[in-house]
Nanobody
């Protein structure tokens, strides 16, 4: 059974940084593309960043380019999201997701992901 556990969320002032982690188990991690999503109250869940199974390819949505970095450590079955220059509008629950794939590409469609974590809350104060 696939399990994804996010951690690293919290309360931070605008301009600050947080590093989210997502530890995966019950899957062949190096064969899984990973994604970070977020969902603010009253809004739909949206993609933040995605990374291919090898880590060679990454994708960022426009609102995080230059501020967030997605990475992974296949030896530790963990994907990370380094978030810098945080803004109040980054406040949301952040989720990691996974999909088994053979090609080494990023997956940007929410509907294509098979398994999700429970989320970690990020709150950015102004």
């Amino acid at each position: 059974q696939v399990q994804l556990v996010e951690s690293g969320g919290g309360l931070v002032q605008a301009g600050g940084s947080l590093r989210l982690s997502c530890a995966a188990s019950g899957l062949s991690f190096s064969w899984n593309a990973m994604g970070w999503f977020r969902q603010a109250p009253g809004k739909e869940r949206e993609l933040v960043a995605a990374i291919s199974r090898s880590g060679s390819n990454t994708y960022y949505t426009d609102f995080v380019k230059g501020r967030f970095t997605i990475s992974r450590d296949n030896a530790k079955n963990t994907v990370y999201l380094q978030m810098n220059s945080l803004k109040p509008e980054d406040t949301a629950a952040y989720y990691c997701a996974t999909k088994w794939t053979i090609p080494d590409y990023t997956i940007t469609s929410l509907s294509q992901y098979d398994d999700w974590g429970q989320g970690t809350q990020v709150t950015v104060s102004s």
